[in-house]
């Protein structure tokens, strides 16, 4: 279809890799802009009000008051209170104007794209175009707060049906991706309703039949960040917290095995793209951003990218070494010893000890420029 482009509210559409643009669609006010592969639809998010839970929209003769009225949860997510708005996926042909876009989630008090971290992650089209996913808890009020099973939901924009593909799996279902071929579905699942740190699997669809199988049921591991289909769609790429790093796995789709591809003091973030054979990943650790790597089958790493080297130059580092402590209870813990630069083993220094939070997050040799 090309190279898309969103600039005052107008997507532009290039055919020759951005040397020439034309204007393609006026898609207005609208979030996570994802069109269809046939490049005659399109799927956008946008925040509907439906409540009055702030008392100028609930009192119209009090239009300065900033009281807020609640009688239920959830008032609050994350860093943002409930306003009586509602993120919603809204499917359009192209000729239709944004304005007779359909809305999936009509009239309900659900968020698609999930509150408060979803993005264009959280729907996805068809192979065919025919069908649009998308993901929501289907709750409302105590009931949502206190729940994490989301579903996955594929409607069909011919008959305008319905479907809950994940229906009867009770825990978190997201992120679903189809395989290059279309004949899969793949997407993040956790078995228990409530326990937002359960063990999360990878789930795979027959499209046609759509029948499950859970390729990591039997590892004893949990996956903890990017996953991406292999370009034969013979198995799947997945990165894992593992001994106080993230990591580069692969699970094979007709025997389940899972192989660890990478090791090292680093974490494997993200999965950007399968090139002849070999993988672009972001790496980082404790005294490096992201950057560009290419990885082998054998897990050697290639770096493509050094955009801080003039910074790092002028820098001294401080070494990071893992090691295992043992607890009360007779079990071995990883700890992290941050050493700092010039760092003199005769001399005494003050120590800071970081307890991670959790447990829905390991701590890695992960790069923040976070407070904690």
């Not at 643009?21 to 069109?35: A, H, K, R, T």
């Not at 120590?351 to 904690?372: D, E, I, K, M």
Request: one cysteine or more; proline letters at 3%.
């Amino acid at each position: 279809n090309g190279v898309y482009a969103l600039e005052n509210k107008q997507i532009y559409l290039s055919k020759d890799a951005g040397k020439t643009w034309s204007e393609f669609y006026n898609i207005g006010d609208v979030d996570n802009i994802v069109i269809s592969p046939d490049g005659k639809k399109i799927a956008f998010s946008k925040a509907v009000h439906i409540e009055n839970l702030l008392g100028k929209d609930k009192y119209k003769d009090l239009p300065k008051t900033t009281a807020q009225i609640y009688t239920d949860l959830n008032h609050r997510h994350w860093d943002a209170f409930n306003e009586g708005s509602y993120n919603h996926v809204f499917t359009v042909d192209l000729s239709q104007t944004v304005d007779q876009a359909k809305d999936l989630l009509e009239g309900k008090t659900f968020d698609s794209p999930q509150k408060p971290f979803g993005g264009t992650e959280d729907f996805v089209w068809s192979p065919d175009s025919s069908e649009l996913l998308y993901v929501t808890k289907a709750k409302s009020g105590a009931a949502y707060a206190q729940s994490t099973n989301t579903d996955i939901f594929a409607y069909n924009v011919v008959s305008g049906k319905t479907q809950n593909l994940s229906e009867g799996m009770m825990g978190y279902d997201v992120n679903p991706k189809f395989s290059p071929d279309g004949k899969y579905l793949l997407w993040n699942s956790m078995e228990r309703d409530g326990f937002e740190a359960d063990k999360n699997d990878i789930i795979v669809m027959d499209w046609n039949s759509k029948s499950k199988t859970n390729l990591t049921k039997a590892w004893d591991e949990s996956l903890s960040g990017d996953v991406a289909w292999s370009s034969d769609a013979k198995s799947i790429y997945f990165t894992s917290a593992f001994r106080g790093t993230k990591q580069l796995f692969s699970v094979d789709l007709k025997n389940k095995t899972v192989k660890q591809i990478t090791k090292g003091d680093f974490d494997i973030n993200e999965i950007v793209l399968e090139n002849k054979g070999k993988l672009w990943v972001t790496k980082t650790d404790i005294n490096h951003n992201a950057d560009l790597f290419e990885v082998d089958s054998k897990g050697s790493l290639k770096q493509i990218t050094d955009i801080n080297k003039d910074n790092y130059s002028k820098l001294v580092q401080g070494k990071s070494e893992l090691k295992m402590v043992k607890t009360t209870d007779g079990k071995e813990m990883g700890v992290w010893f941050h050493y700092p630069p010039n760092f003199d083993p005769n001399k005494k220094y003050p120590t800071l000890v970081y307890c991670q939070g959790g447990p829905q997050s390991a701590l890695t040799q992960f790069f923040s420029t976070r407070w904690n």
